[in-house]
């Protein structure tokens, strides 16, 4: 690594950075000192508001739209982003989306998009920033933010938990595959945080009661952020193929019963 290269700040791209864990992550990895570019989908002043917060670490921000049911198309806002900011060091693929529809109500086309938007999408993602990663031969990070239904199921939402864990399975291949070019690659699975997605935006979580989660809350975006950033860093360049459980114990639980259970009673035999 040249000296020149030691002074230009990494590069992080985060997509579905308009809110939620994904805004929490650009803006811990522009405290941490890294350029952000980030993508919205819908949410255009969302994506501009997390560049502004990522600028007032003193960094640089971007943004840009990403439709991951626009496949392969979508996957050029890499290389958008990636030429806008002069390289990229680090993608976190947070972009997701869901259901809640038995399985036997499922339409083929509900269970493309959402198998799109999780797993496809990632994917291919991931290898155009992988490209440029060897390209630029110094190594990078790859986090991909999965969810406790990477490990466990959960009723009503088999399309987002196949996609999940196979996302958790191709997390597995892709550090194998590129550690040999210094690239590492960790998911994050997330349990109940508080955030848009599951109806909780600006919540205070220690005031959410939660009995079935053995720490008694929703977790904070920005929890889940201090772990992406972690995996991020260069402190974890020994780190990869693991998956990254922020869930306040609720696996231990099984996922559905700790979203689920409305007393403390379980904690005594």
């Not at 890294?34 to 921000?61: F, I, L, N």
């Not at 009503?156 to 210094?182: H, I, R, S, W």
């Amino acid at each position: 690594m040249t000296e020149e290269t030691r002074r230009i700040p990494p590069v992080a791209l985060v997509t579905g950075a308009d809110s939620g864990i994904g805004r929490a992550v650009a803006v811990k990895l522009g405290q941490q000192g890294m350029d952000v570019g980030v993508t919205w989908h819908r949410d255009r002043e969302g994506g501009e508001a997390t560049v502004r917060e990522v600028r007032a670490s003193g960094r640089r921000a971007v943004s840009a739209r990403l439709d991951l049911s626009d496949l392969p198309a979508a996957a050029d806002v890499v290389d958008v982003l990636a030429e806008t900011l002069g390289r990229v060091d680090v993608l976190v693929n947070c972009a997701g989306t869901g259901t809640a529809s038995r399985f036997l109500d499922l339409d083929l086309a509900t269970v493309r998009q959402v198998v799109d938007v999780d797993l496809v999408g990632p994917l291919l993602l991931s290898q155009r920033a992988a490209r440029r990663m060897i390209d630029r031969g110094e190594g990078g990070r790859i986090v991909n933010i999965t969810s406790v239904h990477e490990h466990q199921p959960r009723v009503g939402a088999a399309p987002y938990c196949a996609a999940k864990g196979g996302l958790g399975l191709l997390t597995q291949v892709m550090a194998l595959e590129l550690a040999e070019y210094g690239i590492t690659v960790n998911a994050v699975a997330p349990g109940e945080i508080a955030t848009p997605m599951t109806g909780q935006e600006d919540v205070e979580v220690a005031g959410v009661d939660r009995p079935g989660i053995p720490l008694g809350r929703p977790g904070d975006a920005r929890e889940v952020a201090s772990v992406v950033a972690f995996l991020a860093g260069p402190e974890a360049s020994y780190t990869t193929g693991a998956s990254w459980v922020v869930d306040g114990g609720m696996l231990r639980m099984g996922p559905q019963a700790g979203s689920h259970l409305s007393s403390d009673d379980w904690r005594r035999p």
